[in-house]
């Protein structure tokens, strides 16, 4: 019995503590990066946010103080050296677990810092892969600043969460650092990263104009610079045929009395590599996709609306592609599916780990539309002429 008790006493010797944790209260969270670069130097910004904002106020205070952001900034030959300058004047630790997005700047990415800071990243031990990427040709600093609407924590902002607000309207798809290094490592990678403009499309009380994020443009980065900064028109054929694509309105007979829109939605897209017998790849591109319409115009069949809605996004696809290819980009990743489906032919026809592509590189585009209703179907009209 006296062995079996000095063995436990033992046991108890080796059991680790907590001496060396950290306690939430006595660390600084970074929510957000900004890197700029301006006269030869690295210059970044650190926004810290209050955590208190992720949890219901139960006090009863000033809950505009919740979504509150300081922004801290310091300039180094390198952002190692910017970040460790920025140290030198932070309270207390800084804990990166928590950061949720990075912003560039146009003159940061020209600067060859996008790759450097994708890396510095990727090794930090604390920083996770859920980190959203964006770039602005507004001030860094001032696009941190931005606080989100309705007093919402900037843990919760456009920037920090996204998703939420692409499940609504597919349009500009999120790219985080898991799938910004997938797309680094793939043959002929670019990234296609938000482009964010400070615009004031919201107002606030007493009339008063509030700052806000859009997001309508993309900048496509390859071999560290940025190689097209691709337009509103350009991306409307981009969300059809991206992979991520939730949900969005397609706009119908623009221009006239019949001008409406459907949301499209559950799209199912494959594209199909062809090898002809001259051994030029074309592709085939089809596509499944069912739509809403919540505003109906009266004198028009569900026939038309189909039709017009095939129509309309073929045309955007078309524009899309053309519009790429002339610039050298392969926003579809053609490349890549031939990479993954026809490996042979991909390794005969690729230079450099692309293919060449030329304007009837698609050969065809197959559209399947079924729309599934006019919203509340209690309302009148539903379809004229359904039968059609």
């Known amino acids: 019995m006296r062995y079996r008790f000095i063995l436990i006493l033992l046991c108890f010797s080796v059991l680790s503590g907590c001496w060396d944790s950290n306690e939430p209260e006595r660390l600084v969270f970074a929510n957000g990066l900004g890197i700029d670069y301006k006269d030869g130097k690295v210059v970044v910004h650190l926004q810290i946010i209050n955590m208190k904002g992720l949890a219901k106020s139960e006090s009863g205070g000033d809950p505009s103080s919740l979504n509150a952001a300081d922004i801290g900034s310091a300039t180094g030959n390198s952002i190692d050296e910017a970040l460790f300058n920025l140290y030198h004047t932070s309270d207390r630790r800084i804990y990166w677990g928590h950061l949720s997005f990075v912003i560039f700047s146009e003159e940061a990415i020209k600067s060859g810092n996008f790759k450097n800071t994708v890396d510095l990243l990727d090794r930090y031990r604390e920083t996770r892969y859920r980190i959203y990427f964006y770039m602005t040709k507004n001030s860094v600093k001032d696009a941190m600043l931005i606080s989100p609407i309705d007093n919402i924590s900037m843990a919760f902002s456009k920037l920090s969460d996204p998703k939420g ?135 028009i069949t569900r026939n038309e609306y189909e039709k017009e809605l095939t129509r309309s996004i073929k045309k955007e696809i078309k524009y899309t592609y053309q519009y790429t290819q002339k610039r050298g980009l392969d926003l579809f990743r053609l490349s890549k599916i031939l990479y993954r489906e026809d490996i042979k032919t991909w390794k005969r026809v690729e230079t450099g780990g692309r293919i060449p592509l030329d304007e009837d590189s698609i050969k065809s585009i197959k559209i399947e539309v079924n729309l599934q209703d006019t919203g509340k179907q209690t309302l009148t009209p539903i379809f004229e002429n359904d039968n059609n």
């Open 165 to 299: 607000n692409y499940d609504q309207s597919s349009f500009i798809p999120p790219i985080n650092l898991r799938e910004i290094l997938i797309e680094l490592n793939e043959p002929a990678y670019y990234v296609s990263i938000p482009q964010l403009k400070i615009t004031e499309q919201w107002t606030g009380q007493k009339e008063k104009k509030k700052k806000d994020l859009l997001m309508e443009n993309i900048a496509v980065i390859s071999e560290n610079k940025i190689k097209a900064i691709l337009p509103k028109k350009v991306m409307n054929g981009a969300r059809l045929v991206n992979k991520q694509f939730v949900r969005d309105a397609v706009t119908l007979f623009p221009g006239t009395e019949k001008n409406t829109s459907v949301v499209v939605y559950d799209k199912k897209t494959k594209i199909t590599p062809i090898v002809e017998k001259n051994g030029k790849v074309r592709f085939h591109v089809k596509m499944k996709i069912k739509g809403s319409l919540d505003m109906m115009k009266r004198n």
